[in-house]
């Protein structure tokens, strides 16, 4: 639950109403987080492990709601790309991801 209690201090969020969701976002980190690195271990353990990663992707997930059928916008000066992946920023927070044998 550390993820989640982090994100509502960051996200100034103080009553329940949102957990549903943000557990929602929290559980697809864990599950991208673990493809990436080609890791076996369970949910709770990435979350623990790469809690870092797991806030940086829920918060990205955050604050494009709403967004998530554009891929590129761009206002004035500023522009940029939607991903349906792991961000660099997220991967930056991240390990070299682990060499799986074949075999």
Do not use: F, H
């Not at 998530?68 to 916008?73: A, F, R, V």
């Amino acid at each position: 639950m550390a993820v989640l209690d982090d994100v509502k201090i960051l996200k100034n969020i103080a009553d329940t109403n949102r957990d549903n969701e943000i557990n929602i976002y929290i559980r697809r980190a864990t599950t991208l987080i673990g493809n990436y690195l080609n890791l076996d271990s369970n949910a709770t353990d990435i979350e623990n492990t790469y809690q870092d990663a797991c806030i940086a992707y829920v918060m990205e997930q955050l604050s494009k709601k709403g967004n998530e059928g554009i891929k590129q916008y761009s206002q004035g000066s500023e522009s940029g790309t939607y991903g349906s992946e792991l961000s660099e920023n997220v991967k930056a927070l991240l390990p070299v991801p682990y060499a799986r044998m074949m075999g």
